[in-house]
């Protein structure tokens, strides 16, 4: 890859349980090059949804340094940790999280809004997304009128749309059934092949493991191995 996109080392993350005290990310060096197709797996606990959201600026380390982009994030106050998810970082979440009262296309639109792209470039951004994405004259439903496969689509555009340099999904197919979680992620893995955008994927989903072109495994808050595959689950896992 022509540069890293994230770079992460000696991150540590731990949190109190009512009085347990829980270590999350127990020392993590990572780096990931722009253009990427990585899946972040492992089982439950293993702390990859924390991992995703130190990525995202969601939330802060207990220890490490995370810099994305060539920013530093343990540096930034407030405000910039915003504009730079506004501005760098896309989100999709294993929940949607769209706007019941807002259409397909004013959820899709939102995050532009927020960056005050133009009228006529928010137009021409999501009529070739929803063109792409499978959503052509589902622009003005709202999401209950939608399935869910369709509102992760939805979900999808709103990231991309923004033109962001790095998107992170968190178990993105979680609460799909095997046709539309396919279809999803196909749809996902041509944007990164043809647009460049960089995905990074917290999951155990297997279909996900296929299409990555590279896993990197945690366990217990540690990388446990992390391995360049071919895309179609060909490659094994090679320690860390």
Not at 113 to 122: C, G, K, P
Not at 171 to 191: F, V
Request: proline share 3%.
């Amino acid at each position: 890859m022509a540069s890293n996109i994230i770079e992460i080392s000696g991150l540590k993350k731990s949190y109190e349980q009512g009085k347990v005290r829980v270590d999350a990310l127990r020392g993590v060096d990572l780096t990931i090059g722009a253009g990427e197709f990585a899946a972040i797996c492992g089982p439950s606990g293993s702390g990859k949804t924390t991992l995703l959201n130190l990525i995202g600026a969601l939330d802060t380390p207990t220890e490490g340094a995370v810099r994305v982009g060539g920013k530093d994030l343990a540096g930034m106050k407030p405000g910039e940790r915003a504009r730079l998810r506004l501005h760098k970082v896309g989100f999709v979440f294993q929940a949607y999280n769209l706007v019941p009262v807002l259409s397909a296309w004013e959820n899709a639109e939102f995050v532009m809004l927020l960056q005050r792209v133009s009228a006529s470039e928010r137009k021409r951004r999501l009529e070739e997304l929803f063109e792409r994405v499978g959503l052509r004259g589902m622009e003005h439903r709202r999401p209950a009128e939608l399935s869910g496969g369709q509102q992760q689509r939805v979900a999808v555009a709103r990231a991309v749309a923004a033109r962001p340099e790095l998107v992170l999904a968190d178990e993105p197919t979680a609460n799909l059934d095997t046709a539309s979680g396919s279809a999803l992620l196909d749809m996902m893995r041509e944007l990164n092949e043809e647009d460049g955008v960089t995905f990074v994927f917290s999951t155990h989903d297997q279909r996900v493991m296929d299409r990555a072109r590279r896993i990197i495994l945690l366990e217990d808050g540690k990388i446990a191995g992390d391995d360049l595959v071919n895309g179609n689950g060909g490659a094994g896992m090679e320690a860390a």
